[in-house]
């Protein structure tokens, strides 16, 4: 069969680069991802099971789980309504809020966590006087809600611009020429349209939320049981020197990612099915 | 339904698109909307339909069936729209496009869901498309897509039918045969269309009347034939099909063309301007011969020859290197024997004269 390819092939260097993208990502992702496979494969059942109900383990886990869910799920309602903005209107200073949007891909994420602290720490102007209301912006599940809402914005809102640009307003006119209610037109035209990249947005920020370490250990303080993430429990795991337990937990975030970005493809190839852009 | 446009005007900022626009559209007829792209013909479309709104002059109405309905929304309109690039619902399967209309209406007011589906299968059998319900727009052609589209605007029994160019997306074989095909649709449903086209032929091939517009404006509301034979003004004798366009002269209301045209030299020019007028002769309307007929005849050389078509399609060029479109039938092509080359004489059998402002 490759032979075959090769022949039809009449753009040249196929071999060269077909060989270099595999080499490549073997290199960078496939070997590095099943060390970590048969390293944690190594680890007694027994002890994966315990490790992973340990309390302080199960606790981040949920944290992590929840407040990235939590932080997806706002993210994609909010940023969806952003994106809308950018593509629809035309406004003063849209081209300058269309590039901060970029700015949490671009910050350092250590950087991010400093900034976010300086804002809602118990220091900060938002979080001194959220705090005598009762409402901890930091050192709290909320503080890392805020941190992840930051870092997930840009997937969510840069997966939904081009989705929102291909929207065809005639879809729109033709269905109020049909008789549709703006509502009928958003709720059975527009939003259908729109929302496998809603999906999309919405998974990304969620597998890129469940590994954060740098912008959310500042807001969550860290505190074992309560505001601990599972990346700083990897990473507290490491310093240990207990590898097996580290793998082990790691290999439930990849699992977790993996199977969000698998879920990716998934959506992206029914809605390319139906639309016919496959 | 008769529709109604009195004393319509459009502009989008500085840009008029209509200009005080009057037409009525009668009962059951299919009229044509022609004119080059910028005539304003989409736009007159897209305010009968509810799309735009006209300028609110005084006493600008649109009338459907004696009805005002300027101030109302698309939606109340009940017109049937079908546009260019078709607007299906792309995530919809064709049978849930062609229901849309009926499931957006109204709990008291939509039909049964058995109802919907008779409805639905019986415009897909109009559409020529029995069991390509479940289908996606995508996986249809483009002329298939049209006819969904079609369907789509039929189902809600629209009081009349708008279409914005819609074969202009499609090749040419395909838009020949929907033409016909929407011709026969809409004897059989006994509608009221208004079509949009820039394709003249289109126009003249399957309207009852044809409206031509040109710089937000109607140049001429006529039947297919009246328009071709008869154009009032030189912007329809131009649009409407091939024209060759000569100066000449009028005198005493008759206008020469011939010995004027070749007489007229560096020194005349210019000094008689308000006798000079535009004589417009279609291709089939000139008679080519080798010998000097009259004294109308130009002289002229056989430059180009087609016979790719009924008629034999012949290009001459003057001594001012001018060119003359000739369509000669083929037995008259045959008998004259042209090759490129040869020499022949011209004269019109049929002339329309254009002077500035004024026209005979």
């Known amino acids: 069969m490759f032979s075959n390819l090769k022949r039809q092939n009449r753009l040249p260097g196929f071999g060269l680069t077909i060989g270099y993208t595999l080499l490549y990502s073997s290199l960078i992702l496939l070997i590095p991802l099943t060390a970590l496979m048969l390293k944690s494969a190594a680890t007694p059942w027994t002890e994966l099971a315990a490790t992973l109900t340990h309390p302080r383990v199960s606790s981040a886990l949920r944290l992590t789980f929840g407040a990235s869910f939590l932080a997806a799920l706002i993210n994609t309602l909010f940023g969806s309504i952003i994106a809308w903005s950018l593509v629809r209107y035309r406004f003063f200073g849209s081209r300058f809020f269309d590039a901060i949007v970029d700015l949490p891909f671009a910050m350092p994420t250590a950087v991010s966590g400093i900034a976010l602290m300086a804002i809602y720490g118990p220091n900060g102007p938002v979080g001194s006087f959220l705090l005598p209301w009762g409402i901890q912006t930091s050192i709290s599940f909320l503080g890392v809600l805020i941190a992840l809402l930051f870092i997930g914005l840009p997937f969510v809102v840069r997966t939904m611009q081009p989705a929102i640009e291909e929207l065809d307003a005639e879809m729109e006119q033709a269905a109020a020429s049909l008789g549709a209610s703006r509502w009928q037109t958003f709720t059975k035209v527009t939003f259908p349209s729109i929302l496998p990249a809603m999906i999309t947005g919405f998974t990304l920020a969620f597998a890129r939320s469940l590994g954060e370490y740098g912008s959310v250990v500042y807001m969550s303080g860290n505190l074992p049981n309560k505001t601990e993430i599972i990346s700083l429990v990897i990473s507290n795991k490491i310093e240990e020197s207990d590898i097996a337990g580290a793998s082990a937990v790691a290999m439930v975030l990849l699992l977790a990612t993996f199977a969000s970005l698998m879920l990716v493809q998934g959506i992206q190839w029914i809605a390319n099915k139906k639309t016919g852009r496959a | ?360």
């Open chain 2, 1 to 360: 339904m008769s529709v109604e446009i009195k004393n319509i005007s459009k502009s989008f900022g500085s840009f008029t698109a209509l200009k005080d626009v009057n037409l009525r559209i009668e009962t059951g007829e299919l009229i044509s909307l022609l004119g080059p792209s910028g005539s304003g013909k989409t736009t007159l479309l897209r305010i009968i339909a509810g799309m735009d709104i006209p300028d609110s002059n005084p006493g600008s109405q649109i009338l459907f069936f004696d009805e005002d309905v300027v101030s109302m929304p698309v939606g109340k309109r009940h017109v049937g729209f079908v546009f260019q690039h078709y607007a299906l619902f792309k995530h919809m399967t064709v049978f849930d496009n062609i229901a849309f209309g009926l499931r957006v209406r109204p709990r008291d007011k939509r039909p049964s869901k058995k109802e919907i589906q008779d409805r639905v299968r019986e415009l897909l059998r109009l559409i020529q498309l029995e069991g390509f319900g479940d289908r996606f727009p995508t996986q249809l052609s483009g002329g298939q897509r049209q006819r969904v589209a079609l369907a789509r605007a039929l189902a809600i029994e629209p009081r009349v039918l708008l279409l914005d160019e819609p074969f202009g997306a499609l090749d040419a074989k395909v838009r020949q045969s929907l033409r016909q095909w929407l011709r026969r649709l809409h004897d059989e449903l006994n509608t009221t269309t208004v079509l949009v086209t820039h394709d003249q032929e289109e126009a003249l091939e399957v309207s009852d009347r044809v409206v031509v517009m040109n710089q937000a404006k109607i140049e001429q509301v006529g039947s297919p034939e009246q328009v071709f034979h008869n154009p009032t003004s030189e912007f329809v004798i131009d649009f409407l099909g091939n024209v060759n366009v000569f100066r000449g002269r009028v005198q005493d209301g008759k206008a020469t063309w011939g010995a004027a045209r070749e007489e007229r030299g560096e020194e005349s020019r210019g000094a008689d301007a308000s006798d000079s007028a535009k004589i417009y002769v279609r291709p089939h309307e000139l008679a080519v011969d080798r010998n000097k007929l009259s004294d109308e005849s130009i002289a002229a050389r056989v430059q180009r020859i087609n016979l790719a078509g009924a008629q034999a399609k012949v290009i001459l060029s003057t001594a001012q290197y001018e060119e003359i479109r000739v369509d000669l039938p083929m037995e008259r092509f045959q008998h004259l024997r042209l090759v490129p080359g040869d020499a022949v004489f011209v004269q019109p059998t049929n002339t329309r004269i254009f002077v500035p402002d004024y026209s005979i």
